[in-house]
């Protein structure tokens, strides 16, 4: 198995350094020291022995694993796992293994290449094992395996030219989800009230419908709890309403895809859950003070 996408097309010399496996129980290639892995159990019982700690997962999880990670592994019980494999330098050419190992970007602050680092910094900054597997929802699982499995057939199906950006598009807002995921998971890791609880459960709604028409009235409905109740938790821990985060969230999304690909304006408005492009791009215009196309044009990075 080749751990990089080579282009079907005649003419075309074009290789992307991911792919996905899936399998019913664990490969070789989840010892490889030159790539990443982001792996999903859905099913079964895996083991993972790193540096003499031994971890049996049960329940569906996702692993990160990095090229140092020297782990050895059994498969207790077969089922289900998605691999993705990748090297840094799909999201930015200047990840290489190298560089990020000497934390190069570590502190560059403020800037757009450390807010593309920060994609990949829980493989690296994070020492412990321990603490890159995380234990998943139903409903994590099922956002997951759903862009892994968008990655997989953009880089199977390559249907149109657009198939290289496309499929890095997925692993943007796949790392995006885990990045937002996680640090809601951080921030309330010491507590415990119905109102941290609650907040979490929308938090974790928004990011897995951000492509959906979400509205007051869904949310309400769906976690019946009342609308100033809803915007009273959420300006507590964001001081932003409830829609002005959803919106923020919303056009991070958006930057991340615009600056990493060349997929159509009108595709990336509907990915983050705009389906009329000219309300997309005057949202856009008003927060970012410029348009989808001129954001674009100024931060585009994609080789």
Not at 13 to 29: A, G, H, P
Not at 46 to 61: A, E, Y
Not at 232 to 241: A, H, M, N, Y
Request: a negative charge; charged letters at 30%; hydrophobic letters at 35%.
């Amino acid at each position: 198995m080749k751990l990089y996408t080579e282009c079907h097309w005649d003419g075309w010399d074009r290789i992307v350094d991911m792919t996905v496996e899936k399998s019913d129980s664990l490969t070789k290639y989840i010892k490889d020291e030159s790539i990443y892995k982001i792996l999903l159990h859905e099913k079964g019982e895996i083991r993972l022995i790193k540096d003499g700690v031994t971890f049996d997962i049960r329940k569906p999880s996702l692993i990160l694993l990095s090229h140092k990670d020297k782990v050895s592994f059994e498969t207790l019980k077969k089922g289900s796992n998605i691999t993705l494999y990748m090297k840094p330098s799909v999201i930015r050419d200047e990840f290489t293994l190298e560089k990020i190992d000497a934390n190069a970007f570590k502190e560059m602050f403020g800037q757009t290449i450390y807010q593309d680092y920060v994609l990949v910094s829980d493989f690296t900054e994070i020492e412990e094992l321990k603490d890159r597997i995380y234990e998943l929802s139903l409903n994590e699982v099922g956002k997951i395996k759903s862009l892994m499995n968008s990655v997989d057939k953009e880089l199977t199906a390559q249907y149109d030219g657009f198939w290289p950006c496309r499929s890095r598009s997925y692993l943007m807002e796949l790392l995006f989800y885990i990045a937002n995921m996680n640090f809601h998971r951080d921030a309330g890791a010491d507590t415990v009230s119905s109102d941290d609880e609650i907040y979490s459960r929308i938090v974790e709604y928004l990011s897995e419908h951000i492509s959906e028409n979400i509205t007051l009235e869904r949310v309400t409905g769906d976690f019946n709890i009342n609308r100033n109740k809803l915007n009273e938790l959420f300006l507590s821990k964001t001081s932003k309403t409830c829609l002005n985060y959803l919106a923020e969230l919303r056009l991070d999304m958006a930057k991340i895809i615009l600056s990493k690909t060349q997929i159509p304006i009108g595709e990336v408005s509907e990915r983050v859950g705009y389906p009329d492009q000219n309300y997309f791009t005057k949202v856009f215009k008003k927060q970012v003070d410029m348009t989808p196309s001129q954001y674009r044009k100024k931060e585009y990075s994609c080789r």
